[in-house]
Nanobody
Framework: QVQLVDSGGGLVQAGGSLRLSCAAS????????MGWFRQAPGKEREFVAI?????YYADAVKGRFTISRDGAKNTAYLQMNNLKPEDTAVYYC?????????????????WGPGTQVTVSS
């Protein structure tokens, strides 16, 4: 069993930055790949990024967002730069054992409660 707690959301102006954190606990949290999804009102949950040995990103965030992981702290991060109003959503941390199907929300085993990110124009 793995527990995830995501945090770091907030209100920021377009062009600004935020860093989200996802603290994982439970054994063996270290074997899981850590990812981020987001869900805007009235839309489906969409893949943002995942980190295993290397990182993968959705095209919409490539070059602006960076996912990283601190193994010692069992924490994953999502650094979001040059934010745009269309990035407004609830962001969810998620974990899965492999990279198979990593863009599909249904493929993930564990989820954090979500953190709101609002980007004003």
């Amino acid at each position: 069993q793995v527990q995830l707690v995501d945090s770091g959301g907030g209100l920021v102006q377009a062009g600004g930055s935020l860093r989200l954190s996802c603290a994982a606990s439970g054994r063996p949290a270290s074997v899981y790949k850590m990812g981020w999804f987001r869900q805007a009102p009235g839309k489906e949950r969409e893949f943002v990024a995942i980190i295993g040995d290397i990182a993968y990103y959705a095209d919409a965030v490539k070059g602006r967002f960076t996912i990283s992981r601190d193994g010692a702290k069992n924490t994953a991060y999502l650094q979001m730069n040059n934010l745009k109003p269309e990035d407004t959503a609830v962001y969810y941390c998620a974990a899965k054992r492999s990279l198979i199907g990593y863009t599909r929300a249904s493929a993930y085993d564990y989820w954090g409660p979500g953190t709101q990110v609002t980007v004003s124009s």
